[in-house]
């Protein structure tokens, strides 16, 4: 699976924009997939994640209001609109997915309990540059 993200730029404070990931394929029935951010001196961290059987939604505390997932194209496109952007959210934005997770613990539950940690996904995108800046 490739994750391709174009999108991303410089935004003044208060200011929105949206981003999208292209995935090559999903050939997974139960997996997860989302964006994540991480900016210098700081932990990557879950942005926002959906998982594909009930899509169940996970967003981080910090753009929790402001940050909308959605997909389309049967799910091969994921977009991330931001509104209310502040320097704290200037960051590497990146798309990712994961491999078929089933079992007893779906991706439902890595979403809603998981709160989608990093290491739940497999396949990442190279990540898009966001600076939100006067």
């Known amino acids: 699976v490739q994750l391709v993200e174009p999108g991303g730029g410089v935004v003044q404070p208060g200011g929105s924009l949206t981003l999208s990931c292209e995935a090559s394929?999903?050939?997974?029935?139960?997996?997860?997939i989302g964006w994540f951010r991480q900016s210098p001196g700081k932990e990557r961290e879950a942005v926002a994640c959906r998982a594909s059987t009930d899509r169940s939604l996970y967003y981080g505390d910090a753009v929790k209001g402001r940050f909308t997932l959605s997909t389309d194209n049967g799910g091969k496109t994921t977009s991330l609109s931001m509104t209310g952007l502040t320097p704290d959210d200037t960051a590497v934005y990146y798309c990712a997915s994961s491999r078929n997770w089933g079992g007893t613990y779906g991706s439902s539950w890595y979403i809603r309990y998981g709160q989608c940690y990093s290491n739940g996904m497999d396949f990442w995108g190279k990540g898009t540059q966001v600076t939100v800046s006067p």
């Open positions: 394929e999903l050939p997974y029935a139960d997996y997860a």
